[in-house]
T-cell receptor, first 111, second 108 residues
Framework: DADVTQTPRNRITKTGKRIMLECSQT?????MYWYRQDPGLGLQLIYY???????NKGEISDGYSVSRQAQAKFSLSLESAIPNQTALYFC??????????FGPGTRLTVL | QKEVEQNSGPLSVPEGAIASLNCTYS??????FFWYRQYSGKSPELIMS????GDKEDGRFTAQLNKASQYVSLLIRDSQPSDSATYLC????????FGAGTTVTVRA
């Protein structure tokens, strides 16, 4: 059973469309994160949340928003998708020790 | 902005050899250090965490940390073709910063 799940796994959309990526976890972790990864590059932090009432911007939050609906759910939205948001998106969770565990990823293509 | 630098790859090693991966970081307040393995198209998988100076061994993997030099390394002993992947160094104070990764290829 997957501890961190992401939906959808693949998505192709058009410029200007609103997109939501969802993340759920059964690990019981308080902390959740959203990253993007571009080919040949490392992971860039978009947003992170240390509990349901705590949301923080990461390195590259422009053009993105998030919602922490519950301890186990953290969603990422692209309000108006643009082609340079084409990337692989990962959700991750951790306890306070910061050992992060990643979901399987969502491959997003914006045409 | 914390910077995490990894030795440029790709790194090619013969099966059975030792693969040595290096990582330096810019922020002296970092407290936790991690190595992740990522196969192509897959999500990063935590393989090692280290919090204090010295060596930490787990199977064929050894992580080494030197906070004074702001340096952390990963050794993979008896490299196997299944070790062929990209290895990401991550450094944390209250959130993780990742290096760009080093791609390792183990040739049979």
């Amino acid at each position: 059973d997957a501890d961190v799940t992401q939906t959808p796994r693949n998505r192709i959309t058009k410029t200007g469309k609103r997109i939501m990526l969802e993340c759920s976890q059964t690990k019981g972790h308080d902390r959740m994160y959203w990253y993007r990864q571009d080919p040949g590059l490392g992971l860039q932090l978009i947003y992170y949340s240390f509990d349901v009432k705590d949301i923080n911007k990461g390195e590259i939050s422009d053009g993105y928003s998030v919602s922490r609906q519950a301890q186990a759910k953290f969603s990422l939205s692209l309000e108006s998708a643009i082609p340079n948001q084409t990337a692989l998106y990962f959700c991750a969770t951790s306890h306070r020790d910061n050992e992060q565990f990643f979901g399987p990823g969502t491959r997003l293509t914006v045409l | 902005q914390k910077e995490v630098e990894q030795n440029s790859g790709p790194l090619s090693v013969p099966e059975g050899a030792i693969a040595s991966l290096n990582c330096t970081y810019s922020d002296r307040v970092s407290q936790s250090f991690f190595w992740y393995r990522q196969y192509s198209g897959k999500s990063p998988e935590l393989i090692m965490s280290i919090y204090s100076n010295g060596d930490k061994e787990d199977g064929r993997f050894t992580a080494q940390l030197n906070k004074a030099s702001q340096y952390v390394s990963l050794l993979i002993r008896d490299s196997q073709p299944s070790d062929s992947a990209t290895y990401l160094c991550a450094v944390s104070d209250y959130k993780l910063s990742f290096g760009a990764g080093t791609t390792v290829t183990v040739r049979a």
